[in-house]
């Protein structure tokens, strides 16, 4: 009996030991890629309002003198007084990500007035939300141009200088969307499915030039970003769920904590950082049982608004309000849009 005791015990010995190997070789390759954010050059796309505004003061805090670009001039404008009045050195600059000729006049302008970049952050974005009837090519053909051509464009413009001194971040936003599609959100998943592959497979291309790209899969997040969403169909009742659960607290992550949960996987070097820990579980159970999630997310299809209202149309989330939102349950979600510059 003894004998069998120290037989089954062997293993168990071992295993302990082989992970704890893991473990101190894992924290060993994270300090090696330990990266010092002070004075360093970080470009964040879409950085006017929301994810991107909030990671940019997370940045600035760092030391890092951010550069902010947006469309809209105004938007920038507010943002930069923000930074500036948190003691930021910030460029604010308006560019189209998904003009190739506007992100290299950008890259260039950034490396003349301070430095070539040496942090990308991928993350202007475009939410439409309606049922597949009112989903149109155009707005498919949007969130491409925004979540993958956009990205694309800009990493291209700033490979050249990060490969040739060897040495460089690049963080590309996608979201849990891009790993489970969900219904009513079709052209935001598939786009976010395709930067996702892209932003791995980057990873993947340039390890061996030291420049490390990781890429975000965060779960729902309390921006305010629904206010600036495009909803179709009956957009008031698509906005009432929409901002709804975008402000619960267990379903969803402040977006000052997601900021610092990101600028730390980036300083790490992580390959992947995914997001609270329910969207963790909820991407790895689709990953072991995808016909069944498929078949969950079809009965909550089922509860969602059906097409009619505006149809096609674009109806700002601004100006899809009702009784039910905003109220008590989007109250976490309205104060993260006047904090981020989601008012307009």
Known sequence: MEGNMRFRS???????????GILAARALIRARRGYDLRDKVV?????????????????AARGSRVVICARDADELQRARMDLEGRGARVLALTCDVADGAAVAALVRGVASQWAPV???????????????DTITREDYEEAMRTHFWGPLETIMAVLP???ARRDGRIVNISSVGGKISVPHLLPYCASKFALTGLSEGLRAELARDNVLVT????????????RQAQFKG???????????????????TSADSAARRIV????RGDAELTFPLLTRLAVSFDGLFPGI?????????????????????????????????PSLLTMLGDRAAAMNNELG
């Open 118 to 132: 040496d942090v990308l952050v991928n993350d202007a974005g475009i939410i439409q939300v309606g049922p597949l």
């Open 264 to 267: 730390d996987a980036c300083q």
């Open 215 to 226: 890429t975000v899969c965060p779960g729902l997040m309390r921006t305010g970003s629904p």
């Open 234 to 252: 009956k957009h008031r009742a698509e906005y009432a769920w929409f901002s709804i659960a975008g402000a619960m607290p267990v379903l969803s």
């Open 10 to 20: 062997g293993p168990s010995v071992a295993a302990v030991l082989a992970a704890g």
């Open 293 to 325: 999630t498929s078949d969950i997310l079809g009965q909550v299809n089922r509860a969602l608004p059906g097409p009619g209202g505006v149809g096609s149309a674009r109806v700002r989330g601004a100006e899809s309000q009702s009784r039910a939102s």
């Open 161 to 163: 200088h990060m490969r």
């Open 43 to 59: 470009l964040i796309t879409g950085g006017s309002r929301g994810l991107g505004l909030v990671l940019a003061r997370e940045f």
